[in-house]
């Protein structure tokens, strides 16, 4: 059984055939796990928003018990250097 052009022609289809039907497939797979990866990437996002969230909700009421301190330290500063008083009795 000798091979003719067809034959050889009609085998090299069917090779690239079987190549591309595999790349498509691994493709396929691909596509799945950049999409689970993208959906991690989202997940992580969304956690590193909250965490910057609660960060500066942190910062600003650390900002605010620094301004009442900062108000009330006249006021201490005056009573620390005030006079004794006697004591009664």
Known sequence: MFLTKQHLKTAGMLGVAIIA?????ACATYKNEFANINTR???????VQGAAQSAESAN????RANQRLDQIEGRVQQLETAPR?????
């Open 60 to 63: 600003q009421s650390a900002q």
């Open 85 to 89: 008083r006697a004591a009664r009795g």
């Open 41 to 47: 990437l989202d997940q992580l996002d969304a956690k």
């Open 21 to 25: 039907t595999s790349s498509l497939g």
